[in-house]
């Protein structure tokens, strides 16, 4: 049973790759139809806009590529429609848009799983930032203490001998 499961999906796969690399779009076939009727002086071009998404049509060959009509043929799409904003071919098919939505959805998630990561090293970050600060004050605070203990003991032996140190040393040498 599972064997028939597998080899029947491997089969519909096979299928859908050999339809879709014999599909022909219909802007493609009607291309086909206007290039095999041109005169001398035409070619063909598309003409895409509210009306039409991209529909062959014979041109002199010396018109101009201005909206609603480009000579760029567009190669590659199913349901091309011109973007005159940015002048590209855009595919509007939606086995195509189904295409980029899982792209997009395997995006999302990639960039959900380095944000999660990133997340997890500030938190990190954070914590030994927070041990390092707590390290420096415990470290201030001792020296704090030896500091005030090597005071008290020098104004100890300073009471006990009962002379105050030489203000200057270099006196004492120069001498």
């Known amino acids: ?25 219909a802007w493609k076939i009607k291309a086909d139809k206007v290039k095999e009727e041109l005169g001398d002086n035409e070619q063909v071009f598309y003409e895409s806009d509210q009306y039409f998404d991209c529909l062959p049509i014979a041109r002199p060959k010396d018109a101009p590529n201005v909206f609603p009509f480009t000579s760029e043929e ?3 799409f199913i349901a091309p ?8 071919w855009v595919e509007t098919a939606s086995i195509q848009q189904g295409k980029d939505i899982e792209t997009l959805k ?8 380095v944000g999660k990561t990133a997340s997890q090293d500030k938190q990190k970050i954070a914590q030994q930032v927070n041990d390092m600060s707590e390290k420096t004050e415990k470290y201030e605070k001792q020296n704090s203490q030896q500091l005030g203990q090597l005071l008290t003991m020098v104004s100890t032996l300073i009471a006990k001998s009962g002379t105050a140190p030489a203000a200057n040393t270099n006196q004492a040498t120069n001498n």
Do not use: C
């Open 81 to 88: 429609k011109m973007d005159w904003g940015n002048r590209h």
């Open 74 to 76: 567009p190669t590659g």
């Open 1 to 25: 049973m599972t064997e028939e499961t597998t080899n029947s999906s491997v089969n519909t796969e096979t299928t859908e790759k050999q339809a879709t690399d014999t599909f022909v779009p």
């Open 106 to 113: 395997t995006q999302v998630a990639t960039l959900k799983e």
